[in-house]
């Protein structure tokens, strides 16, 4: 809650190390940093950002959110997203899953679009509730313009490195194209002396969009890094920001900058005593722009991609499509399945299960979060949603293979019955 007095992390869990890059030095041009700010997108995708400047507008909206949060669930309920894939817009504790399972999310949250932002007073998208709405021009359009800033120079950064034509990366998120960026404010309630720590209250997944800048106080976000296989803290810094790579960016980019797996736990010993704030904005492409690695204009990306012959680079979707599909899968009411499809999936998300563990041994790289992830898998070339229809079609086949089987077996038998009695 905005002005408590937090205890501090605790010194004895395990946490991630991440580079602290310096905002102030990175714009000078100054080459160790734009080098460290290199090596920490194409290793683990994420990296602490301090000197951002934006102290002011992460508090103004935190302010905004505990205003908004302390209305009654009723009041907030008729701004909800929906289930049809719409992502800004107030979202219920748990209305997302965050396994396969089904288990449900624990936070609440609420998703301004930038565009909504950017146009006030007038309406792109959707209305907000009254707190939100009052504070679009003091609080919320400050904090988007601030963290489309901020991205746009990582954007201007990577661009260079990847060899691509001054602006390519800027073209495919233009601040003016309506697109699904937004900021988002997270409350999780307090979860004091929860038996089940190792519950994610967001579940794993890899970031939608290209780019995002969190701001939190307490501890509870985790990344498990390339080449692990456990769930690491990373420790919040007074004053500094996390930011991180997310699918699109990886996509454009031939996976040569990194989307790495993260969640959300109930923040670490007695920090679990307390509410949990975060606060992030998420720059992602225009809605028109079609999620393919940029191949055509840099050397550096074709060949990544072609080291990658297992990988899908192109997956034919505009950012809108593929946004809304990620939006509506995670809505809880969108995986109600009769009883018959529930074991029907649960085959397949065995076969998923096993599929991305291979790619983890194969390749070494994370997978894309699976079920409630975004991405691709290494070892298969497909998304989510491709690698689950071919399993599908794999799977109503083998009715017919069996038939098929059948009638041979019957073509060959009267040689068998005829021959001995000979
Ligand atoms: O709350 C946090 O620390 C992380 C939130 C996050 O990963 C997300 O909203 O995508
Ligand atoms: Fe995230």
């Avoid at 504070?135 to 260079?160: C, G, W």
């Avoid at 960026?181 to 209250?201: F, N, Q, V």
């Avoid at 797996?261 to 492409?285: C, M, N």
Wanted: glycine share 8%; charged share 20%; proline share 7%.
């Amino acid at each position: 809650m905005p002005g408590t007095t937090l205890p501090p992390f605790p010194t004895d869990v395990r946490t991630h190390p991440l580079l602290v890059i310096d905002y102030d030095i990175l714009r000078t041009g100054d080459s160790t940093e734009l080098d460290r700010l290199w090596d920490a997108a194409t290793s683990i995708g994420f990296w602490y950002l301090k000197n951002h400047g934006a102290d002011q507008e992460v508090s103004d909206m935190f302010d905004m959110g505990a205003e908004t949060m302390a209305l009654p669930l009723e009041e907030k309920m008729k701004f909800e997203q929906g289930d049809d894939g719409r992502s800004c817009g107030y979202k219920a504790a748990g209305a997302n899953a965050v396994d396969a399972s089904g288990q449900l999310d624990a936070v609440e949250f609420i998703n301004i679009s930038k565009d909504d932002a950017l146009a006030f007073p007038n309406i792109v998208h959707r209305t907000y509730p009254a707190p939100t709405t009052a504070a679009i021009p003091t609080a919320v359009a400050p904090f988007v313009r601030k963290s489309l800033e901020i991205n746009n120079t990582f954007l201007r950064i990577f661009n260079d490195r990847l060899g691509l034509p001054e602006g390519t990366l800027e073209r495919l998120h233009p601040n003016d194209e309506h697109s699904g960026s937004e900021a988002r404010l997270i409350k999780s309630p307090p979860m004091p002396g929860r038996a089940l720590a190792d519950t994610a209250t967001l579940g794993a997944h890899t970031d939608f969009g290209s780019l995002s800048f969190l701001h939190n106080r307490l501890g509870g976000l985790q990344v498990m890094p390339p080449g692990h296989t456990e769930w690491f803290y990373v420790r919040p810094l007074p004053g500094h920001a996390i930011c991180n790579v997310g699918d699109a960016l990886s996509l454009f980019s031939g996976s040569i900058l990194q989307s790495n797996i993260h969640r959300v736990v109930p923040p670490p010993g007695i920090q679990a005593e307390y509410e949990r704030w975060s606060l992030v904005f998420f720059t992602r492409p225009g809605n028109s722009k079609v999620l393919r690695a940029v191949v055509d204009d840099s050397p550096l990306i074709a060949d990544a991609v072609q080291k990658r012959p297992d990988q899908n680079f192109d997956t034919g979707s505009t950012a809108a499509e593929w946004f809304a599909r990620r939006v509506k899968y995670q809505r809880i009411k969108n995986r109600k399945v009769s009883r018959r499809q529930e074991s029907k999936k649960r085959t397949m998300h065995s076969c998923l299960v096993l599929v991305r563990a291979d790619a983890v041994v194969k390749t070494g790289s994370r997978d894309m979060g699976g079920k409630q992830g975004y991405g691709t898998y290494p070892c298969s070339g497909l998304n989510s949603d491709q690698l689950e229809s071919t399993i599908e079609l794999w799977l109503s086949c083998i009715p017919f293979l069996i038939i098929l089987h059948f009638l041979s077996l019957l073509a060959v038998l009267p040689a068998y019955i005829v021959e001995p009695s000979r």
